[in-house]
């Protein structure tokens, strides 16, 4: 087995490269991601699929999916199947998907073992003493007055906790370590507690007590045999803790925990529980919105699983902190579906044409390629007649620069795919709003210009004849400000939302072929941008079109201007 050397390298390949090389596990890798049940996957979780999965196919090992569902007070099976979907729709499967609570009765004997070996203790301080005798990153903690209890007592107390017998917050089972060590994880920090009157999605009501994160993590790793525990870095300071269970039980197996740097992405958040209060707020229409960082909503704004995964690569994977700009994200998606999105035409703030010297009751049948520069996409039938609709902003009387190439009073543009048009007339009514431009065609300039005849705008347009009206929903940046977690200007972190994160267009209008568009499927709309059909909108009412992502970064210029003044 070697490892694919066209993926960028890294210090965790590093690792794994050294550690093959000495024979560690046998040569074997097997890796694991490892989400907590308590909400939907976002970009960060992206990451580590992509770095987990990634090198578990690159060195042909294994990779499981589990989920560490050891608090059953937020979690649910509608997050355990959104986060399945999100995985297979990366591109992904798993070598097995596993609970952590399929681990409940060896975890427990586990912990039976650490108070056999004096090394845990049931504590009847509560959460609040707890904290206070933990101390500071100053000051060492000081031993709880249970700490000293016999193996016998603390057996028969754990027994006890775990048939009912006492209330949530009565006692909990600690480990027994150091109260002056330097790394406050390691002093005797909590491993079970007790939790009455919840329903664990797959343990049901079996259990009353519940093992904590530090101690499932680990264990859970060791049991499935993992070679490499890849986590972030916020996880490094909780190393010492996952090697000390692991070695004063003496498991069979010890995994070798390795940090990186978590993802984090301009002009959003990514914790969990400040995207369950957008959710919960009201502040977003859901997990899924499109405006929000979840795979969910990325899916149904119209990324693909190939620009995520591209996305993932390009930021790399290191010890440094990972402040990624959102350019880079849209640049994925822009470089993918320039590649792959086949183009049609949609007319977002319509303006009506009517070509006066075009015979009434003629329609036509005019040729489209579906990409200009991928003949193997082929091309559709567009159909041509009197009245079409052109884009509002594509015409102005008087051009305002020589660099405006779109259409003007008295002056010539090209019909994408068709005729060159000249503007004789303007029509406006009593408030002098233009309502409709009287035009000419030149039926010799089907496709390309007459020799000598030079027609450089080209504007996109739709047959008013069998156009469809669309609701266009406009996306952007779910924040204005590029890190509101950390915004110095004393505002809750939501005063930083983009009021205009969503602008909806109910009068576009889109051509005859959209109508048959399937539900997630993306399209560019000439000189407009890439659109995706809403997966949520599937039957009845207006066709719903999402902007996934601009043709060009606008807001590189508007930060470029607001550092510069």
Same mark, same amino acid.
């Given at each position: ?30 890796? *694991?991601?490892? @989400? ?17 999965? /990634?090198?578990? =196919? ?13 608090? @059953? !007070?937020?979690?649910? #099976?509608?997050? $355990? ?69 016999? #193996? ?53 009501? =079996?259990?009353?007590?519940? @093992? ?25 300071? !909780? ?14 197996? +010890? ?13 959003? #958040? ?46 790399? $994977? ?9 350019? $880079?994200? =849209? ?12 183009? *049609? ?21 005019? &040729? ?5 520069? !991928? ?16 884009? *509002? &902003?594509?015409?102005? &009387? ?34 002098? =709003? ?17 020799? /000598? ?6 504007? +996109?347009? $739709? ?28 505002? !809750? ?73």
């Amino acid at each position: 087995m070697s490892s694919n050397t066209t993926k960028p390298g890294n210090f965790i390949r590093q690792i794994i490269d050294a550690d093959r090389a000495a024979d560690k596990h046998g040569g074997r890798v097997a890796t *694991r991601f490892p @989400p907590e049940p308590n909400g939907y996957l976002h970009i960060g979780h992206a990451k580590s699929i992509v770095l987990n999965f /990634g090198i578990a =196919e690159d060195y042909n090992g294994t990779c499981n999916l589990r989920f560490d569902d050891t608090n @059953p !007070h937020k979690e649910n #099976v509608e997050f $355990v199947e959104s986060i399945k979907q999100d995985v297979q729709w990366l591109g992904y499967e798993w070598n097995e998907l596993l609970y952590a609570s399929n681990y409940f009765e060896q975890l427990h004997d586990y912990a039976v073992q650490l108070i056999k070996l004096g090394k845990a203790y049931v504590c009847d301080l509560n959460a609040e003493q707890i904290r206070e005798y933990r101390g500071t990153l100053t000051e060492p903690g000081r031993e709880s007055p249970y700490r000293e209890r016999s #193996v016998e007592e603390n057996l028969d107390l754990f027994a006890r906790m775990r048939a009912g017998e006492f209330q949530d917050g009565e006692k909990v089972l600690r480990a027994k370590i150091d109260m002056a060590a330097p790394n406050i994880n390691l002093r005797d920090p909590t491993i079970y507690r007790i939790r009455h009157g919840v329903i664990h999605h797959q343990t049901g009501e =079996e259990w009353c007590i519940y @093992p904590m994160y530090d101690f499932t993590h680990c264990l859970s790793d060791a049991i499935e045999g993992i070679t490499h525990s890849l986590c972030t870095l916020e996880f490094e300071d !909780h190393r010492p803790l996952y090697d000390w269970f692991l070695d004063t039980l003496q498991t069979p197996s +010890h995994p070798q925990q390795i940090e990186f740097s978590r993802l984090t992405l301009e002009h959003t #958040v990514t914790s969990k529980r400040k995207l369950t209060e957008l959710v919960e707020q009201g502040f977003v229409e859901g997990w899924d919105d499109p405006r929000m960082p979840t795979i969910a909503g990325l899916r149904r704004r119209g990324y693909t699983p190939a620009a995520l995964r591209d996305f993932c690569e390009r930021i790399g $994977v290191t010890k440094s902190d990972n402040f990624v700009e959102m350019g $880079v994200l =849209e640049n994925s998606i822009r470089e993918d579906l320039n590649r792959t999105a086949p183009r *049609r035409m949609a007319v977002l703030h319509p303006l009506k044409v009517i070509i006066a010297n075009y015979p009434e009751g003629q329609s036509e049948q005019l &040729e489209a390629p579906n990409h200009p520069q !991928h003949e193997d996409m082929g091309s559709r039938q567009i159909s041509f007649s009197r009245e079409v609709w052109i884009d *509002r &902003e594509d015409f102005m &009387e008087v051009a305002p620069n020589k660099k405006f190439k779109r259409l003007v009073s008295g002056g010539e543009v090209r019909l994408r795919n068709a005729y060159v048009i000249r503007c004789d007339e303007v029509i406006k009514d009593a408030h002098g =709003e233009i309502i409709e431009l009287h035009c000419s065609y030149d039926p010799d300039t089907l496709g390309a210009n007459p020799e /000598g005849r030079k027609v450089k705008g080209v504007i +996109h347009w $739709v047959n008013a004849a069998d156009a469809i009206p669309a609701e266009i929903r406009l996306y952007d940046r779910l924040f204005s400000h590029p890190n509101p977690d950390s915004a110095k200007d004393g505002q !809750h972190w939501t005063a930083h939302l983009n009021p205009d994160s969503l602008r909806t267009l109910t009068a576009s209008l889109v051509e005859a072929s959209l109508g048959e568009a399937q539900a997630g499927a993306v399209f560019q709309f000439e000189r407009e941008g890439y659109f995706c059909r809403d997966p949520q909108n599937r039957d009845g009412g207006l066709p719903v079109f999402n902007r996934t992502v601009t043709l060009r970064d606008s807001w590189a210029k508007i930060e470029q201007k607001s550092a510069g003044s």
